[in-house]
């Protein structure tokens, strides 16, 4: 981002600077719903250290084939999420994705051709290819398992591979292909397949989180504890306080705390890496002979 900063606050030509300024993030999910939210407005934050370039310079879009964003987040909290970035200029393309990319543009499914120079693709978690091989029962291209994440006699398949349903969601659906809930159902898996060994007992996989929560920068953000629904800043305190919680050991806890508190009041700084060329960055050894 800050490179594109730099680049088109180099240029006179308007279209370069155009193209140098748009920014495409392809998937509204949980991820890319955040990446856009935060990465926008610390552009737009980043425009005080170059004069040449206005904030109508700027070109943000968000797009994905579903009709919602944040659909993990349930539909009220993804109306909500879609106002606010509209509301911030953001260009939100629904039932819309990416058919080609090429140097300096890249093509919608609706026909519009962009000039861009950066696309972030955050478009989902597939699960892996032998899957669709296997002629198995499969529910959203995954594997259907039982509670236990039982396949079939002696098979178990968990993470992104299984369609679990998790028995606390209102809605009946899967429980999402998460590293959090592929890291538990690695543990339990274990478990059965030890219990099918005769080792142990086997356990069913049952795990009631917090939900996901989304921080839109500012004092905005979406969450959903315990199945409540929250906005503005009760959900940033929640999605701060859950972030905080998850970084390891008490010092670190606060220095980062302490980081939050000082942005409250200043500017956060950018930090550009990858400013040294590889080769630049080697050891270089030489040995004689004699």
Known sequence: MLQQLQLADTTTDPEVRRARLTFLVVGAGYAGTE???QLQRMTHKQLASFPRLSANDLRWLLVDLS???????????????LRLLRRRGMDIRLGT???AMRPGE?????????????ALWTAGVTPPPIVAHLGLPVRRGQLVVDEYLKLRDHVWAAGDSAAAIDPYDRDGMDYPP???????QGTVIARNVAASLGVG???????RDLRLVADLGGTKAVARPF???LTGLPAKVVTKGYHLGAIPHRANQLRVAADWLVNLVSRPTATQLGLVQ???????????TK
Not at 178 to 184: I, N, W
Not at 201 to 207: E, I, L, M, N, P
């Open 35 to 37: 990446t856009a939210a």
């Open 67 to 81: 009709p919602t964003v944040l659909p993990e987040l349930g539909p009220r909290l993804g109306r909500y999420t």
């Open 97 to 99: 994705t990416v058919t």
């Open 106 to 118: 890249v093509e919608l499914s609706d026909g519009t051709v962009l000039p861009c120079h950066t």
């Open 178 to 184: 998460t590293a959090q809930h592929a890291q538990r």
């Open 201 to 207: 007992t086997r356990t069913t996989y049952r795990h």
């Open 227 to 229: 199945g409540l629904p």
């Open 278 to 288: 590889e080769s630049a960055a080697q050891l270089r050894s030489e040995y004689s």
